[in-house]
């Protein structure tokens, strides 16, 4: 069954803040990884969270709390270019599992 | 370096036709894996090679699926004989370091989309 839970899609300006939450099973529990896929396209990873915290690149950032069994990626400045789809997905027991994943759609 | 290179980029087919999908990781990573995508079940890992050797192929839906990796730079994944449920876009991706740590980066082909009628 699925491990890794997000909500579906949100819709949001551009030049806005968006974030997109995500849930997991702790059993085997290695990290959470975050990737982005447009449209006909392939995912790209974005970033990797091992080890509570926060982790920036650039306009994205990406949240871990190990405790809560909970992450975040967090969209700042948001652009025409990022409506796409956002995956977590994380090591558990031994295979990686990808969240179903939540569309995010900007506009202007 | 030109990526992962999957061919071929769409495919479509009759029920009961064998399908071939050809894959080619980016040279030097020694792990790759093959995802299934579908709206309904989203993106599913099908099978892990480390060294091109099968680690997980506990994602495989059944037996006419196969896989394989005769050499570092070459994977293909058949399905024989195809069904409309197959209908999905197949990624390959590789790695440096396969699925230890799970921190490892994936770069993804392009994938084929495969059409079964």
């Known amino acids: 069954g699925q491990s890794l839970e997000q909500p579906s899609e949100v819709t949001a300006v551009e030049g806005a803040i968006v974030q997109i939450n995500c849930t997991y099973q702790?059993?085997?529990?290695?990290?959470l990884s975050w990737y982005q896929q447009h449209d006909g396209g392939a995912p790209t990873f974005l970033s990797y969270n091992g080890l509570d915290g926060l982790e920036e690149t650039g306009r994205f950032s990406s949240f871990l709390s190990r405790s809560d069994s909970y992450g975040y990626l967090l969209l700042q400045e948001l652009q025409m270019k990022d409506s796409a789809s956002y995956f977590c997905?994380?090591?558990?027991?031994?295979?990686?599992?990808f969240g179903k994943g939540n569309q995010v759609v900007v506009i202007p | 370096d030109a990526g992962v290179i999957q061919s071929p980029r769409h495919e479509v087919t009759e029920m009961g036709q064998e399908v071939t999908l050809r894959c080619k990781p980016i040279?030097?990573?020694?792990?790759l894996f093959w995802y299934r995508q579908t709206m309904m079940r989203g993106l599913e890992l099908l099978i892990y090679?480390?060294?091109?050797?099968?680690?997980?192929d506990s994602g495989m839906p059944e037996d006419r699926f196969s896989a394989k990796m005769p050499n570092a730079s070459f994977s293909t994944l058949k399905i024989q004989p195809s069904e409309p449920r197959d209908s999905a876009v197949y990624f390959c991706?590789?790695?440096?370091?396969?699925?230890?740590?799970?921190?490892?980066?994936?770069?993804f082909g392009p994938g084929t989309r495969l059409l079964v009628l």
């Open positions: 090679f480390n060294n091109n050797v099968p680690i997980d």
């Open positions: 702790t059993s085997g529990f290695y990290g």
């Open positions: 040279s030097g990573h020694n792990s």
């Open positions: 997905a994380s090591l558990l027991n031994n295979r990686l599992a």
């Open positions: 991706a590789s790695s440096l370091a396969g699925l230890a740590g799970g921190q490892e980066t994936q770069y």
